[in-house]
Each structure stands twice: as structure tokens, then as C-alpha cells.
């Protein structure tokens, strides 16, 4: 008998780096998947919305940050065999420049400007400190992550960075 399929929503993370001060906007989530863990902006794509746009609307919603041009860094796919609708494939933005005032308390989660030397790993996805700098460092990247009911990373694969599959890449 074959398993189930799984449920596998599309994504987004949004990566706002103030390179003045060397900080990163991050999220301490309050509810959800990822309640009590650090992160970067992001969240569900609606119907008929672009990636792109739910990064920036989630980015907005979740920190009052209005993201400038977003750049598309990479994939990642998120696999939950054991955690019922957990698994998400998600694209993966960054940005240097932004509109707005931090609003660092939202129902969701709190907002904050991080030092890049600062970033609590040790409050985050056992799978961040592996592709986080990825993104950092401008490198192209499709990554997948398996992870067992505990929430433990139990497997990691690297693809080649596939023009195909991001339609692209680069400045969007």
C-alpha cells in the first residue's frame, strides 16, 4: 500500500538586509508553524497571487516593512511526512531597500532588526544556519529539507540552481 500524498502549500521568506548597519528585519512568531522560532518575513502565496507579491504583503503585514525591488535568492522545499500540512515549497527574497516604520508587535509575531553577527540560530529551524548564508552571499540555490515529527532535520539535498524551475532568477 502506497503512502499518502502530502499536502504541500507554496510559500514565500523575505530577506530585508540594511547593509548600513548590517542588520537583518527578522520575526519571532507568536502562533503557527514556527511558533516560538526566529525567522525573516513571509508566509502562504494566495490564489492567483505571485510569489513576489506575497513576499512583499507578508514582509508589510508582519513588520509594517514595505520591501523595495526583490531579488529571487532560491527554493526551498520543506517536507513534513509525519506533520500533516507542514510541508511547503518556498521562494526565497531578498532586498536592500524598504519603506516604512518598523511595527515590531503584531498579533502574529514580533519584528526586529537583528545584527547579521547576532542571528539566534539556536532559537530557529534546525535547516536555517545551512542556507540562511546562501542567501546572505548571493548565491542561487534549491535546497530540500525533511524533518520528523519532533521537528528534527532528518535529511538534506542540494540541487544545482535550475533556470527552469525559477523561471529565471536574478531581479524580478
Request: proline share 4%; aromatic share 10%.
Amino acid at each position: 500500500m502506497s503512502e499518502p500524498a502530502l499536502t504541500v502549500k507554496r510559500t514565500v521568506l523575505c530577506f530585508v538586509v540594511c547593509l548600513k548597519s548590517n542588520r537583518l528585519l527578522m520575526i519571532h512568531k507568536k502562533r503557527g508553524q514556527g511558533a516560538g522560532k526566529w525567522n525573516v518575513p513571509g508566509g502562504k502565496i494566495k490564489e492567483g497571487e505571485t510569489s513576489m507579491a506575497a513576499a512583499s504583503r507578508e514582509t508589510q503585514e508582519e513588520t509594517g516593512i514595505l520591501p523595495g525591488r526583490l531579488h529571487l535568492s532560491g527554493k526551498l522545499e520543506f517536507r513534513f511526512p509525519e506533520g500533516g500540512s507542514w510541508s511547503n515549497d518556498c521562494d526565497v527574497f531578498i532586498t536592500h531597500s524598504w519603506k516604512g516604520e518598523l511595527v515590531r508587535e503584531s498579533g502574529e509575531c514580533s519584528a526586529e532588526w537583528v545584527s547579521l553577527k547576532k542571528i539566534p540560530w539556536d532559537q530557529m529551524w534546525e535547516s536555517d544556519p545551512r542556507w540562511f548564508p546562501l542567501v546572505l552571499s548571493g548565491e542561487l540555490f534549491h535546497r530540500r529539507y525533511t524533518f520528523d515529527a519532533k521537528d528534527r532535520l532528518i535529511r538534506e539535498e542540494s540541487t544545482k540552481w535550475c533556470q527552469a524551475t525559477f523561471g529565471g532568477g536574478g531581479a524580478l
